[in-house]
């Protein structure tokens, strides 16, 4: 068995394994979508193939849709050429399910794997012809909240950017760069109406795409290298919207014991690849079966019908409460908090530590008794439910492959939203901050995983932050077990507002940081020590 073109000639084979095949004419669909497009998806990593080509998968294979989507890859080109088309587009999403049980899908509804490359003129020159379709009604996205920046940690236009200012959309070089010049494309072709719909995981998502392509098209008509309508184009959302949406669905990177049930059906050829910009590509992915994808229902062109496909459609202010429900509240800052209490007891799975009587109390209290109290409603989605299923089914679930290590990713850039909006909330509504205890006791256990030594007195690689160069010299002089000041420390950490959010000395919450910290760093054990004493 092999995941190439001839699967469904072996359709038998494949199912007496209990994979669940497509539904529909594949060819006939592939044909279909690349005449008539309806839908592009920008970025070909994991939460694409887990969670929009499920979407369509499904939707196709009810004859709901009957045209799937195009792929473009503007990052690491090496996935089209070493992991998409060799699969002829196919892929292996494995479902990994609380109660153990696994469903194995063969998606098959990327009709067409895209480069974009402006260098190349066949591969571009494909995208142009797309982007001229009357049929093409939106464009969604999965290139991270990073990919949306023209600065770069100084503040910096990034080179690309600046080079693309210049030299307009003919050839650029830079990934919006290119988004936009596709849409100078279709501008072109007659001002013809799309949706430009961000997936990615960041608040407000939209706005941060609209703002990226509104820059070009600025820039571009105040150097006199597009009309100047070009910009009232983009900035007409009768003509191009940019929506809001909210993603959650936990597709860790494809594992190795994933891979093994694979081999045991007797699957061929599921090497992984490593390109050479470091990305670890697979022919499957695997993903939890929770999923949520809320959009704002903004499309000037019409869109398929996804709302079949569990995809909710709602306002923009009902896309901001669930966003801030999620991130806020109900999940992101309960993944953080376990995260860096995971890194410093040794966890290397999350899910391990929902087994951790000390741990397991942190997150509730932090979600159902300092979260919960401050959060809105949105009305679509009940918050406690969502905290019920997170902290009962989708972190506990033995085989998701997830890690503390990862969720630490960038922590410092994490904590205003995670926390510090339950804080300010707590503000708003006259509620006493002293209240707080465990929320502070994530920031203490922040500044003790910033040691780099666990709680064993072991040391330990720190994920990649991009604070990690300035903040970790404030702590290097500390030691487990030793006498040092805290406030004097700690306060060029705890006085940075970007990092928290908040004026955690003004709120008088920097004491009570300082506090656990010192506890926290009492000698080996303390880390332990210290969640005991304060989850009774």
Known sequence: MRLDKNIMENREEWQSKGYRLPAYDREAMIQKTKENPEWIH??????????????????????????????AEGFDYEIVEKMYRPHAEYSILVTLKADGSIEKTVVGSIAESCILDSDNAEEFGR???????????????TITEKGYSLVDGKGEVLSGVASDYKTGPEKPV?????????????????????AMVSTDNCSHNGDKLYAAVNAFAEQWAVNGLVESEFADYIQNKDKVAFPWSMIDKITPRP??????????DGLEGLEPVITSKNTYAAPFVNAEECEYLVIEDLFPNGRPR?????????????????????VCTCLNPLHTALAVYGCLLGYTKISEEMKDPELKKMVEIIGYKEGLPVVINPGILNPKEFIDTVLNIRIPNPFMPDTPQRIATDTSQKLAIRFGETIKNYQMTGKDINDLKMIPLVFAGWLRYLMAVDDNGTAFELSPDPLSETLCPYLS???????????AVLRPILEKQEIFGV????????????????????GTGAVRATLKKYTI
């Open 42 to 71: 920008f970025g070909a990593g994991n939460i694409f193939r887990a969670f929009q080509a499920n979407i369509a998968q499904n939707l196709l294979n009810r004859g709901v849709m009957n045209t799937g989507i195009i792929v």
């Open 127 to 141: 995208l142009r012809e797309i982007f001229k379709k009357d049929s093409l009604k939106l464009a969604t996205f």
């Open 174 to 194: 830079s990934y919006i760069g290119k988004v936009a010049s596709l849409l100078y494309t279709r501008y072109l072709a007659g001002k013809k109406p799309i």
């Open 255 to 264: 594992d190795a014991s994933v891979e093994k049930i694979l081999r045991e």
């Open 306 to 326: 996804l709302d079949e496909g569990g995809v909710m459609f709602t306002d923009r202010e009902t896309v901001d409460k669930v966003e801030r429900m999620k």
């Open 477 to 487: 002089e500390i030691r487990l077990g030793q006498e040092f000041d805290g406030e």
């Open 503 to 522: 004026d955690l000395y003004e709120l008088g919450m920097a004491d009570k940081i300082c506090r656990y910290f010192k506890e926290l760093t009492a």
